[in-house]
């Protein structure tokens, strides 16, 4: 990574958390990286997970009891835990493209964090139950944390050149998916195969893979994993949404297969331009809601198209047909989170902005800009639970069952990419490490 | 599995719970199997881990939001969480070697849990934090726990076909895994392979698994994974300690291998045969605490043969020299935890028999019994802060440090087994999946 790039992110983090903590009224943030939880009766531990306001800092994701210490107008100080341990495999101190940018102090015990942290005008976030007694000043307090939300919307380039490399890394472990399917591999074999290709373990994957055979593609978070091999002749379709990691930026992507020439090829290929006009409909200045409607439209035009419907997109649209086949939203702000914060935010301020009753599940309303990041993620999917509902409902005799019947064996298609909204063109960073 | 083997199983289950229950007041015990947590600031989950004392119950590992209710001289209630929920798989209803065995019912959604629990004459065991106002009796009594967990030492048939097949799992995966080491696979390579060969992946494990190539089998908890592969005149040494699931009884197996020929390929054989003479130590009425003792002479002897140490085994041990190189105990009882629990106890009612001062980490006080199941895991470490402190202390001059510096590279050795004690006989399930 060229340290330039780095300096420059965070410089303009400096900018913007001078300015927060200045309107919020703190001179001093405390973010702690956090510490693992052990289990019930138990001496295992669950994995760390690092606090998304500590990473959003630092690029360190695997480092427990560390901390930075912002204080406005000053070079950030880094607070990194080195114990002598010889039960643990403990990280080297950070030389690296980023460490010249922090004063960087090594913590031996937890505890000795204590000496450099005040509580006087500070502001804390992080999991506070271990620090009870301890002056780290206001805990997580709702306001700044909002506003520091809403700024992570926009992105820098050293954030831009994180998530391309995220999405490098997927798609290579996603062709090996690929590979693995074709030859007959079980779900369960998938998921090494691309943890494999992707050089990162189950815990290091920003999300659970969701890997699904068949009709299990029409489980919309599918993380079973069988570890029983199809024979050839039951190899329908495969549906994979998975990611990797990259400095703590996320890769969120999703690819659909059918094992043969057929109808359900067709839906999958069909599904690729409908997503690719739906990236090219991220523009600054319109709405990701309205996006998401015309979504709807296209999955009405698929459903039509493929005789699944006997009626108009449009009607389907209008009368909730739609809902049932896509139940999902559209995507999602995509950074260091997988799906990133601040998507039904109204302003800096405050404010929610739900999302329209009839699509509740859709994680963004805010207007699309400049520099933010985005999943699109179409999905047809044919779900035994919602198709009896609606075969229960008046709209029954709008759907042509016998198709619904002659597609329900492969589950469902879903094409999800990354995009960046540029002022005068989206960049499809997942298509771009395809090359197509 | 046998159908009549749980019935049985559950027979001496249900007369243990019916006298501690009996004896520590209650009727009913309400047991939960937990719910994932959720990660700070994110949507995302931690892997959920199973409450130990759930699946002592049942055999069910992958379920929150179900319950045992046990009340006193009745069948075991079931709730056994079935929600409708097109996000998620869902398991189906429970049909297989154990259900006959509990009376099941199917909960929609976790609060439907409520109308079957009393909190009279009750006791509840689990993570209660999301039960405020819920009548479920008393939270966690640690004389209950404590009468449950030492019971738990004494394994029924049934048990010990499950740590039978959980090694034949763990077998079968580390054989792939030296395979892998051989081929010249990292770290996280390796690990790919053992999870592969074991059909179970990473959150599955009983506990993270140590894949340490060279120096890194000095680190005890070695779980960092290195992606490097070495090139072939770089491999020296490969310390492998990773189980298995069965049921939810785990497996717990170290092994090392030398690359080459030479002198800790040697060293490794020793190992072998010291190990094999401390699994025959483990008879009915003797200490465990002793057979630690014994476990240092023969790691005494070993440095001694080996030229590591100028002294005799019995004064190592005396100075505690021998302590540098094996720091920690030589095994646990094994079960549904991996360090399963009871180690320390006293009594059923009460009391903790801590270690020895000189040996802090030795999980087992207990004297050994007919039906008990543990681990034998002496090692020899070559491990830098320890040795720093040697070097340091008055004891230096009794080591050979060329020798020390010649071996050093290696990291270290440990030789891991899981045996049962039977009243004529020690069975080492582990060999016998070995052949030998
Ligand atoms: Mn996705
Ligand atoms: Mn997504
Ligand atoms: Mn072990
Ligand atoms: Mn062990
Ligand atoms: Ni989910
Ligand atoms: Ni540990």
Same mark, same amino acid.
């Given at each position: ?21 200045? #309107? ?14 052990? #289990? ?15 990473? &959003?800092?630092?690029?360190v994701?695997?480092?427990?009891? /560390? ?13 990194f ?12 101190a950070p030389q690296t $493209?980023w460490s010249?940018?922090? *004063?960087i ?9 204590? &000496? ?5 005008? =500070? ?15 206001? !805990? ?5 944390? &909002? ?17 391309? @490399? ?10 090996? &998916? ?7 591999? /079980? ?10 290709? =992707? ?24 993380? %079973? ?7 050839? /002749? ?23 297969? =059918?094992? !043969? ?14 997503? #690719?006009?739906?990236?090219? +409909? ?37 009368? +909730? ?10 995507? %999602? $702000?995509?950074?260091?989170?997988? %799906?990133?914060?601040?998507? %039904? ?15 509740? $599940? ?6 699309? @800009? ?18 009896? @509902? ?11 069952? *016998? ?6 064996? $492969?589950?469902?298609?879903?094409? @999800? ?6 002022? *005068? ?5 997942? !298509? ?5």
């Amino acid at each position: 990574m060229d340290k330039q790039l780095f300096a420059d992110h965070l410089a303009t983090l400096c900018k913007r958390y001078d300015d927060i903590l200045e #309107q919020c009224g703190f001179d001093t943030l405390n973010v702690f990286s956090g510490a693992p939880s052990v #289990q019930f009766l138990d001496d295992n531990y669950y994995p760390f997970r690092v606090n998304p306001q500590f990473k &959003a800092l630092v690029p360190v994701t695997d480092n427990p009891h /560390s901390w930075v210490i912002y204080r406005r107008g000053q070079k950030p100080k880094l607070l990194f835990y080195r114990p002598v341990d010889f039960w643990h495999y403990v990280p080297p101190a950070p030389q690296t $493209f980023w460490s010249d940018e922090y *004063d960087i102090e090594l913590l031996a015990k937890p505890d000795e964090a204590k &000496a450099y942290l005040t509580g006087e005008n =500070a502001a804390f976030i992080g999991e506070a139950a271990r620090f009870d007694g301890w002056e780290i000043g206001q !805990r997580n307090p709702q306001h700044l944390i &909002a506003q520091l939300h809403w700024a992570r919307a926009y992105k820098t380039p050293y954030e831009f050149t994180c998530l391309r @490399e995220a999405n490098r890394i997927a798609v290579r472990a996603h062709q090996a &998916a690929e590979e693995a399917f074709r030859a007959g591999a /079980s779900e369960f074999e998938i998921n090494l195969a691309y943890l494999k290709a =992707a050089g990162q373990g189950e815990n290091q994957m920003p999300y659970g893979n969701i890997i699904g055979l068949n009709e299990h593609g029409a489980i919309l978070h599918y993380t %079973h994993l069988s570890t029983e091999p199809l024979p050839e /002749s039951e190899r329908r379709s495969f549906l994979i949404d998975a990611g990797a990691d990259c400095n703590g930026y996320c890769a969120d992507i999703t690819r659909s297969y =059918a094992y !043969r020439e057929g109808e359900f090829a067709e839906l999958v290929s069909a599904m690729h331009d409908k997503e #690719q006009e739906l990236v090219a +409909g991220l523009t600054p200045g319109a709405s990701y809601v309205e996006l998401h409607k015309s979504c709807h439209q296209k999955i009405g035009q698929l459903l039509q198209q493929f005789g699944v419907i006997k009626t108009s997109p449009e009607s389907a649209v209008e009368s +909730g047909l739609t809902r049932t086949f896509m139940p999902h939203g559209l995507g %999602h $702000f995509l950074g260091l989170q997988v %799906h990133d914060v601040g998507g %039904h935010q109204t302003a800096p301020e405050g404010g929610t902005t739900p999302p329209p009753a009839e699509y509740p $599940f859709l994680r963004t309303t805010r207007t699309i @800009e400049e520099n933010q990041v985005f999943t699109i993620e179409p999905g047809l999917y044919f779900i035994d639970s919602l198709l009896g @509902e609606l075969k229960e409902s008046q709209l029954a005799d709008e759907v042509n069952w *016998d198709k619904v019947e002659k597609l329900r064996p $492969f589950g469902g298609v879903r094409i @999800e990419d990354n995009v960046i909204v540029h002022a *005068d063109h989206v960049e499809n960073m997942t !298509r771009d490490c395809y090359g197509n």
